[in-house]
Structure formats: C-alpha cells, structure tokens
C-alpha cells in the first residue's frame, strides 16, 4: 500500500507542471533583436562601373574637354546618319528599315527614329515615296553643304596622303590593313573613297591581297623630311616647352636630400631625349624607359595626324599592334598630364594633346574639315523658323 500512495504522488506531481511554472508556457522572446533593422545598417557603397565611373576626378575636371565629349554625344545621330546615309542608293532609306539601324544611325536603343530626324530639319526630310512608304534623305540645303565638304577634300588631298604615308612610317612592319584606315578616316579628314584614290600615288603606297582576302596598305619609299615628329619640331621652336612636356623621375634615395630644381633637373636629363615614333620601337625591351618614351611618342605624333588632336579608345586600340601599343596604354598617359587630358569614363575616354587647345576650349589651329563641321553642327540645331536668309 505504502508503494500505491507513493506512486500516486509522483504521478501527481508530475502531471502538474503548469501548475508548479505558469508562466513557462506564456514566455517570449520576440523582444530580443536578433538582427540590425535595416535602417540602422550601414549602406555598403556600391563600387562604379567603369561604364559611368570618369577617369578624372571632380578637381582635375576641365570642363572645355569634357564637353567636347558632350557634343559629340549630342551630334551623335548627325555624323552617324551622315555617314551612314551618304552610301545608300540615291542617298535616301525607308523609315521602317531606319528604325532598325539603331547603332549604324546612332539614335537611342528603342526611341523612335523620326524624332532624331524632326530634330534636324535643315538636314534631314521625310517624303511620302510612290510606294506608300515614308523615307527620307538630305534637304536640298545639306547637298549644297556636301558639294563644299568635296571640294575641301579635294583641296586637302595631298595633305591627307602625307598623314596616311606618316602613319605606315609608325608602323612596325610599315604596313596597315586599308579596312583599319578606312574605320578611322574620320579622324584623319580621309575621304570615303580614299582606297581608289591611293592608286594615284604609287610611288607612296602599294595594295597587297593577303592570302585571307585581306588589302593591306603598304609604304613603298622613306621619306626623311615626313619622319620629324611634332614634338621635334616644337623643340627647335621652344626646347623649354618640351622638356617640360613630359615626366620621367628618376628613382633616388632620400639621402641626396635634392632640392626641387635640383630633381627637376635630374628629372630631365631622365626625360630627354626622347624616342623618336618613326624610329623601329618593337626592338626595343619592352618594359625599358626607352620602350615607354617611345610609346608616349608614338601617342603624341598620332594625335597631332588627326583632325581635332585626339582620339577616343577605340581609335587607339584599333592600331596597338602596328604602333607597338600595350594594354597600360590608359595608365602610361595618366602619368603624363602635363600632356594628355583623359576625358570620359574608364570604359570609353578619349585623349587629347593639352597644348593644341586654348584656355577656351578652342582648337588654335582649325583644319578645313573641322571649320566645316562646326558649320554643320550649327545649321544642324537650328529650326526651319530660325533659317530664314541662310546659304551655304
């Protein structure tokens, strides 16, 4: 009887345990912050995207050269349809078959097409063709402009065959692909059919097929007097001026303890004298100081061949192999600022030569073709209401 009663105590007690805790059963924790609420976290920030990321800092901005880079982007669709609408048949393209050509006319991916057109209308007109379909082509007032631009291209033919004959002087092998010529003749002022027009110089240039099918332009004869770079050239007329052009430091210990003219001094007899670019730089060693003065050479004289001193990324790396370029081409001008401005964005800069410009922002010597195109531009932004008494 005695193990009965115990049994039934224990049974007892433990089929009460609310009773014995009453508050177990009810306890929480939702109280305890487990984890940092959102707006007390702090915001990791987001690295750029060399797409959006500029290349110089908001203090090293100059803002003549970085909206250069603006018009360019504004004008886009101008100098692309330009082009692009110059080789069509008759010069015109049905609207339906233009707004598909976004990246050939250079308008916005998914815009309208006819609203780049609208925008220029002393360029460009739309018509009604016999076939129902609306196309459009040049005003009569741009094919006026296109007889002029001719005419400078056929003023300036020589000059052109001398920067064309510069340029396979650079070159490794003194030759170059006609296609890679052809993509940059813009930049150059080269006209469009300036593959037939080589054929009138053979004592300059000769065409040979490759067993690929690919044309490639070829130097036939040196010509001394074209190999003085426009650094040598400035030289003679203010040695000054281009010993401070470029930086080269010489590595020192700090036990010399140099005062700073006595660097700079040192600092030049490091710089100078320079690699001439018309001299054979693939022999060289190619992490050498000879190597990288060559190729900051080779950027300068390429620069000043073209028609607004400089050039977007893409020009550049279009010849890396035939100017002996490397990939720290974008971090070798960086180091030379005194010379070259980067402007833009990591992804798509363009470089230009500081001293071909004024404080203004202007080209103190104009080529024809630039004269011209700043024409254009400007009969490019005004309305049909804001041309009355224009000519050409």
Known sequence: MALVHLLSKTILITSKPNHIFPTISHFSTSFLITKTPKKFKKKRRKEESPRTKLVQTQSNLIPHFENILLRDAHFRFLTKTKEYLSKQPLQVLRLDDAGKLHQQLGFPRGRKVLKSILGHPLIFQTYRHTDNKMWFGFTDFMDNLFREERNIENGSEQQRVDVVRKLLMMSVNKRIPLSKIYHNRLLFGIPEDFRDRVSKYPDYFKVVVEDDGKRVLELVNWDSSLAVSALE????????????????????????????????????????????????????????????????????????????????????????????????????????????????????????????YGEDGELINKDPQVVFNEKIYKYADLQESESAGLST
């Not at 081409?329 to 402007?343: E, G």
Request: charge should be neutral; hydrophobic fraction near 40%.
């Open 233 to 356: 050239k400035e030289f003679v007329v203010d040695e000054d001026k281009v010993k401070r052009a470029f930086k080269f430091p010489m590595k020192h210990a700090k036990a010399l303890a140099l005062d700073v003219e006595q660097e700079r001094k040192l600092n030049v007899l490091n710089t100078l004298p320079l690699v001439s670019p018309y001299s054979n730089g693939s022999k060289l060693d190619l992490w050498t100081l000879e190597a990288e003065k060559y190729r900051v050479g080779i950027v300068h004289e390429f620069l000043s061949l073209t028609l607004e001193k400089r050039a977007y990324i893409h020009n550049i790396v279009e010849f890396k192999e035939e100017l002996s370029l490397t990939k720290h081409t974008y971090l070798m001008l960086l180091k030379q600022p005194h010379t070259f401005y980067l402007a833009g964005t990591e992804m798509n800069w363009c470089v230009f030569l500081k001293d071909a």
